[in-house]
């Protein structure tokens, strides 16, 4: 019952400050723009005329008088499917240029302009590799400042819509061309950049700003008395508030990271759980955080000494997480040029590797040690990047964004970061007991 | 059996002694009063008393168990001095807390808090926000955290301070019926008129040392001391008292005749009607609590019950 009334006077002090609604408003809005955010899968039509529009501006833009224009024509569907993938494909891709000349050199040489059946079949292998069973061949007899080459095809490798190339539209109604990519890729954008790369930092941000005050609140003159004079341990009565916190945190990482899962799933039709555990790993770095404020709000009893050192200790453990990575990356790389260079010889002692970077090697080694010792922050943030990308993309996907590296375990990441949390706390809790007053 | 007891109690902060070994006693039931200068070591007393404070040596007991215990919180009620009761609470939001953390069920809490908040005459602002609160209202409302889960004993630090006449009344009369209802009181105060009306004994700490202990009558006694009046247009024989080898001096309408030690005040009564003066007024005086403090605070005081 005690901690139930604990957990409510946090509540109190959380809402009485306006911030907690605020926050939950800017959790509705953000989702609110996730929701703002649709998938169109492109027609083949579309994309052809979206490229081919660039390609022209671009052509114009260089200011040659009488610059050839792109197009396409007599697109049809022919077998009548009802989603793009699943389509048969019959076109006309139109190269017009007012100087019969220049359309041949175009068609003769190797321009990457689409004017000749080869340089129709490259550009639909590069970008169109999904369709099967292509023909290309050139139409005669049509003027000569025109070159038309008809694209048949029968069939696509796309199994499934995620895989085809989607248009965002954001706000519910601006196109955002320059974001095609196929469904799960947008998705995977979506989630990994706009939620996990800048929500949640907000959310943290905020979450520490809000939750800085309980400690020094509680401490404060004239306030600790009443506080202390009841019936419960003091140990008992920090922990408490401490919860209270990480609760605050928890409810506000449920709701957004909830509510954009629940959105994207209705607009894009992903549902992909591995995104839910966002909430549990967000609600883990920010308890490693938090135990740092509680500390600092212990023994200062200010919530702005709380909050600058917490975020100084959230940037120092990025930091050193960040720089490890990279040196580890740089290691990796050193490892299999050095492999692919010796072949099948035995290695030859080439004595000790150069230090990364420029970096002196007591740097590298201090920094592998500090990441080792130290909360895993930077390895929980690699964990939700991971876990966001195998919830959407496809194996062959994840290993091409390299997510598939060893990490250390779940249980290695948990379970330091848990031991340092109990470390701070109870640091806490021992400086709280001990003080007079 | 006292439900407060400290031995020898001390307490140092760094080199400033705040306490130096302060033994007092309170029996249940009693209303306690601690007076002294800022500074004497009262707030000090009571924090240890309740555990928020470590005392540096000696002992100190509430209800039978070493002071501090939280057991012995659950049976103890407490409105600090110069308290900051978190703005966010409404005064029922406050009282619902508190009386939660001391296990009052929820229905008894429904039950109390409106007629608590009634008792310490606040039950308009019953839902509106502390920080919105008048200076006596939050210490009527501080009076009511502290006695809402009917605890054994209930300490109060300036429990008047801020509160206009009539509220001191009040709260007066309040720590009367409290009791009457067999709870005691421990009470610090600066306002020693009020304690002199409330206290059944008081306490006197002075840079951190007891130097008067006992009944308000024990303290404000003067013995030997008397005052009296004759009839109009008669006239004391001062030579003849003095003869007698009793003190004289004239007080307003009257005299004051301060007795040798031993004596009685029978040989001046018996002069007066030998001389055939009508004696009109007679009294022991007795100091106001006041002077008594006021001849603490000057040094005179000895550390000792009653004296």
Known sequence: MKFLTVLKDSYREAVDGKVFQAMVVLAGLFILFVASISYRPLTLEDGLARKFGVLNYLLKAGGQAGAPQLAVENYRVTNGAAVPWEGDYELDVVVTCPDPKVLDELRKGNSPLPASAPAVEALLADDYYFLTNRTVTEVKGGPPTEARIRVTTRGTTVAE?????????????????????????????????????????????????VTAGFVPNLLRKGTLDLYVVKPIGRSELLVYKYVGGLLFVFLLTTLTVGGVWVVIGLRAGVWAPAFLLLIPILTLYFAIVYAVSVLIGVLTRSALVAILLALLAWGLLFLAGYLNEKIRTVRQAEAKVRQALAGDRPPADAGPPPSAFGLPPWVETGLHGLTTVLPRGFDLDTQASRAIARGVLTAQEVEKERLNDPLPSWAETVGVSVAWIALLLGLACWRFRTRDG | M?????????????????????????????????????????????????????????????????????????????????????????????????????????????????????????ASATHKKIKGYSKGMKQRLGIAQAILHNPEVIFLDEPTDGVDPVGRREIRELM?????????????????????????????????????????????????????????????????VRELGFEVAKAGDGWQVTLPAGATVDPVVRLLAAAGLRLRHLVERRASLEDVFMAVAAGEGKAGAGR
Not at chain 1, 183 to 207: A, D, F, H, M, Q
Not at chain 2, 102 to 117: F, N, S, T
Not at chain 2, 191 to 196: A, P, Y
Not at chain 2, 206 to 224: N, P, Q, W
């Open chain 1, 161 to 209: 819509g995620t895989a085809w190339l989607h248009e965002p539209t954001i706000l519910f109604s601006v196109p955002a061309p320059i974001f095609i990519d196929t469904l799960r890729t947008s998705v995977y954008k979506v989630e990994k950049y706009l939620v996990n790369e800048v929500g949640s930092r907000v959310l943290l941000l905020v979450g520490i700003v």
């Open chain 2, 2 to 122: 006292a439900v407060i007891e400290t031995q020898n109690l001390r307490k140092d902060y760094g080199r400033l002694a705040a306490l130096k070994g302060v033994s007092l006693a309170v029996e249940r039931g009693q209303v306690y009063g601690l007076l002294g200068q800022n500074g004497a070591g009262k707030t000090t007393l009571i924090k240890i008393l309740l555990g928020i404070t470590r005392p540096t040596g000696g002992g100190a007991k509430l209800l039978g168990e070493p002071a501090g215990r939280v057991e012995v919180r659950r049976r103890v009620g407490y409105l600090p001095e110069d308290h900051q009761f978190p703005g966010y609470h409404t005064g029922y939001s406050l009282l619902d807390f508190s009386a939660a953390m001391y296990g009052v069920p929820r229905a008894d809490r429904r039950r109390l808090i409106p007629e608590m908040l009634s008792l310490v005459r606040i």
């Open chain 2, 176 to 240: 009367t019926r409290l009791r009457e209802k067999g709870h005691t009181v421990f009470l610090n105060s600066h306002l020693l008129g009020e304690v002199e009306q409330v206290c059944d004994r008081v306490a006197i700490l002075r840079d951190g040392e007891l130097v008067r202990e006992g009944t308000v009558a024990d303290l404000t006694e003067r013995k030997g001391r008397y005052e009296l009046r004759l009839a109009p247009g008669e006239v004391l024989p001062e030579a003849g």
